[in-house]
């Protein structure tokens, strides 16, 4: 086949010199970038090339978003107001209300909104806490990303509170899952869905909590020392990457009794109350951070974002998901990272644009383990590319393009992501899906409204849907309802 050339708009790269071309074009050859360079060379050298006409848009690596949770699309506003109900709310619904029609319905959804936000490399825990019950759920929540032609990356291994009761609703069959069917289901999915969809679909092995259980003294307890041990046994058996939520004392408790887990491979999810020493540790041993600036648990204790980045971590900022109160809009989540810190530090110099950008696209890959493939336009790097309108009252006026990083990163948004491609197919074009094998969006949100019904249904919790009383008019939730 010929070669394809992306041209028509600035080009960012955010390749290791940081280009930004103007006017700049991408050629792709298969799945792969071909080359990265003015129009005029690119058509010169691949003459019987096919152009695709990006006229007035900026084209750029597909975002990564690092961190996430399947289930939470379906789970969005519910009980709102209500705080730790919520989880309880969800690991109800999950591990004993929903069935794989409940999981393809919303990866359907999910896959559905990260491809409109030009997310085109993510993560999602299948669960608010891995369900490993049974291999087929975390195949369900896959499949929406494999039939919009996302790179997703499923993350499954042990959930925390084990033994862990597990209900399938479609057969009746109960599970007590403990860490020996956790980490043997975790074996199964990897060998069912690592590489799936020509190597677009990928396993994580991802228990929820980097350790699970601290005793009095901070030290991790004989289950946390054994779960750690198998999930590095395997990852590294498996040459896998690493993911886990951690918060304050848990990456100090794993350094002195499983070491061996905190290299590179290791990524971790919102690090809230972590201190400098656990900080240290992270950048001396390569571990990577995935921060979502409008978690909860940010809001409650806050990972030093900006010390991490002065002492060499690589941060990662990440969406945690589209429950119960955010979306997968990579883009908009990210400016509010920036001011965020801006804010706790009183310094506006912080967080500059590019480094923004950086941190949801070749950081945000590096902590994935996947910097030699997406993250930034290269050749031999994967074919996945954005393109962003910028000719809108919003973005406008377009006066050069050395204010093209700073008005993409201060202003834009997943609604202006009119083109996606992913490994070389496109995805989305002209703001439409066109990946061949996706339901219709009309069916995806049908289908997504009625696996929600129903699972809420199942678990007897119709109340869930209902506004809290202090919705209107009051200060704060739980001001003066009853």
């Given amino acids: 086949m010929a070669p394809t050339v992306l041209v028509g708009g600035t080009v960012v790269t955010v390749d290791a010199d940081r280009r930004v071309l103007d006017p700049g074009a991408v050629a792709v050859e298969g799945d792969s970038i071909l080359a990265v360079g003015p129009p005029d060379e690119l058509f010169a050298a691949h003459p019987d090339a096919e152009r695709v006409d990006l006229e007035d848009h900026v084209i750029m690596p597909g975002l990564v978003d690092s961190h996430g949770h399947a289930g939470h699309s379906l789970t969005k506003t519910l009980l709102d107001g209500t705080g730790e109900e919520w989880l309880d709310l969800v690991k109800e619904i999950y591990f004993e209300g929903s069935g794989t029609a409940f999981w393809e319905a919303e990866g359907r959804l999910a896959a559905l909104e990260r491809l409109r936000a030009g997310v085109t490399t993510s993560l999602s825990y299948v669960g608010s806490m891995p369900r490993v019950d049974d291999p087929k759920f975390a195949a369900a929540a896959a499949t929406g990303y494999r039939e919009f032609g996302l790179r997703h990356l499923v993350a499954v291994g042990p959930p925390d509170g084990l033994p862990v009761h597990c209900v399938d609703p479609e057969t009746g069959t109960e599970t007590m899952v403990d860490l020996d069917h956790a980490m043997t289901t975790t074996e199964a999915i990897l060998d069912d869905l690592h590489g799936a969809a020509g190597g677009r679909i990928r396993v994580v092995v991802a228990p929820s909590s980097l350790v699970p259980e ?73 571990v990577a951070a995935s921060h979502g600036p409008l978690t909860h648990a940010y809001a409650l204790d806050r990972f030093p974002v900006v010390e991490a980045m002065e002492q060499g971590v690589t941060v990662a900022v990440s969406t945690d998901g589209s429950a119960p109160d955010r979306s997968f809009d990579l883009l908009s989540q990210g400016r509010i990272a920036a001011q965020l810190q801006r804010a706790h530090h009183q310094d506006t110099s912080l967080f500059p644009a590019g480094r923004l950008l950086e941190s949801m696209t070749v950081d945000a890959a590096a902590a994935l383990g996947m910097a030699e493939e997406v993250g930034s336009l290269e050749a031999g790097k994967r074919a996945d590319v954005i393109a962003i309108d910028q000719r809108s009252a919003k973005l406008g006026p377009s006066l050069d393009a050395g204010q093209t990083v700073p008005r993409l990163v201060h202003y834009a948004d997943g609604g202006d992501v009119s083109f996606a ?62």
């Avoid at 094998?437 to 995806?444: H, I, M, Q």
């Avoid at 249904?457 to 001001?479: C, F, N, S, T």
């Fill in 214 to 286: 601290m005793n009095d003294d901070g030290a991790a307890t004989p289950a946390s020392v054994a779960q750690l041990r198998q999930v590095t046994e395997l990852a590294e058996r498996a040459d896998l990457p690493i993911h886990a939520h951690a918060y304050a004392g848990e990456v100090a408790a794993a350094a002195s009794t499983e070491p061996e887990i905190l290299t590179e491979r290791l990524s971790l999810a919102h690090c809230a109350g972590l201190d400098s020493e656990e900080v240290r540790l992270m950048a001396e041993n390569g």
């Fill in 421 to 482: 491609m992913v490994d070389g197919a496109v995805c989305l074009q002209d703001g439409d899906v066109v990946a061949p094998d996706a339901l219709s969006v009309e069916a995806v949100l049908n289908d997504a409204e009625a696996a929600a019904r129903t699972a809420i249904d199942r678990v007897g919790r119709d109340h869930a849907l209902d506004a809290h009383p202090d919705l209107w008019g009051a200060v704060r939730y739980g001001e003066g309802g009853e």
